[in-house]
């Protein structure tokens, strides 16, 4: 029985190493040379990959929630309390992960972008992929992304290709992800579509980015006003907190 518990003793060692050596390979490795477009593109696909997962996610919490909300309308009885557990805490553990992952890429491509001389051929050939209308629209979304690490997003045709994206998409992932790549394009025909997301719209994704971008712009009365309001009012803690955050870093 000892030798047993010696031998899972190792294994679990051996377990924490291996994981704590794939941590530090990817803390210390070096990123992408700037300038780079085939590194670039890799971590972009890498990042596109990840949110569309973490979307999917999303989306089956989504249905099991409004599963369970239909059961308790019907009268069926629910495991309501404690953690969550079954396939539900399975989806949930997911999320977490996807998350921690989204958000450990994201970094690396903005540094980048701001130390890479912009590549011209690349900033053309994701404008062509944001207006292609063929494409699915977070396809045509994920495109802002590139044009965010090369400094494009500045470009007034890029900000009215992304607006006019922004007023017709239908999935909440596709909106949030316009408004989270137009931080920092210093545009202020971007206000009055990012103050109707922040107010309106639906998903809670979106408007914390809204609340985030609008950020940059919180030294007008009514961005300033309306940051206020969802810092107060917002039905998600999240959105909230995020309209606070952006409050107190321009005082």
Do not use: C
């Amino acid at each position: 029985m000892r030798a047993v518990s010696w031998i899972a003793l190792g294994l679990s060692l051996a377990g924490s190493l291996v994981a704590a050596g794939a941590y530090w390979r990817v803390r210390s490795a070096k990123p992408p040379a700037a300038g780079e477009p085939a590194a670039v593109e890799s971590l972009q696909a890498r990042l596109t990959q990840l949110e569309l997962d973490l979307a999917r996610s999303r989306e089956q919490i989504a249905q099991l929630e409004r599963e369970r909300a239909a059961g308790d309308a019907s009268g069926r009885s629910h495991a309501t309390s404690g953690p969550p557990t079954g396939e539900y805490a399975e989806l949930k553990k997911r999320i977490e992960i996807l998350e921690r992952q989204v958000a450990s890429i994201r970094p690396m491509p903005v540094d980048m972008g701001r130390n890479a001389r912009p590549n011209p051929a690349l900033i053309d050939a994701q404008k062509k992929r944001l207006n292609d209308a063929s494409l699915p629209e977070f396809a045509r979304a994920s495109a802002l992304n590139m044009l965010r690490m090369q400094g494009a997003t500045k470009a007034d045709d890029v900000v009215d290709s992304a607006l006019a994206l922004l007023a017709q998409a239908q999935e909440p992932r596709t909106r949030a992800l316009i408004v989270r790549n137009l931080i920092g394009a210093e545009n202020p025909r971007m206000v009055p579509a990012l103050l109707g997301v922040l107010k309106s719209d639906a998903d809670e994704d979106a408007r914390d980015e809204a609340a985030k971008t609008l950020g940059d712009y919180v030294g007008q009365a009514e961005v300033k006003t309306s940051l206020e309001q969802s810092a107060n009012q917002d039905a998600s803690e999240k959105v909230r907190r995020r309209a606070q955050a952006s409050l107190a870093a321009k005082k």
